[in-house]
Nanobody, 114 residues
Framework: QEHFVESGGGLVHPGGSLRLSCRLS????????MAWYRQVPGKQRELVAS???????DYDDSVKGRFTISRDDAESTLHLRMNSLKPEDTAVYYC????????WGQGTQVTVSS
């Protein structure tokens, strides 16, 4: 059964950077449009960034210009480079296909605080 494993989160000061990674077990990663999502307690999970191919990406307005999504199909891995982090970026970050095809993984906690 395919599933996601997210990593790379942590505690960072405002203005800092993190790089999240997500690996999908199985051999079908390259077939999917992929996305990063985030969720804070009491709120719905929201779409942060999506990628179809290296030249086809999209971002929520709140992260545009600060976050970069990328993929390595050979390694079945999705990345999210986060720069200029703000306290409002604090959340648990998840990856999934853009259609949310699979069960959610554990996510990785990102905390931005001074």
């Amino acid at each position: 059964q395919e599933h996601f494993v997210e990593s790379g989160g942590g505690l960072v000061h405002p203005g800092g950077s993190l790089r999240l990674s997500c690996r999908l077990s199985g051999n079908t990663f390259s077939e999917y449009s992929m996305a990063w999502y985030r969720q804070v307690p009491g709120k719905q999970r929201e779409l942060v960034a999506s990628i179809i191919s290296a030249t086809a990406t999209d971002y929520d307005d709140s992260v545009k210009g600060r976050f970069t999504i990328s993929r390595d199909d050979a390694e079945s891995t999705l990345h999210l480079r986060m720069n200029s982090l703000k306290p409002e970026d604090t959340a648990v970050y998840y990856c999934n296909t853009l259609s949310q095809m699979y069960d959610w993984g554990q996510g990785t906690q990102v905390t931005v605080s001074s």
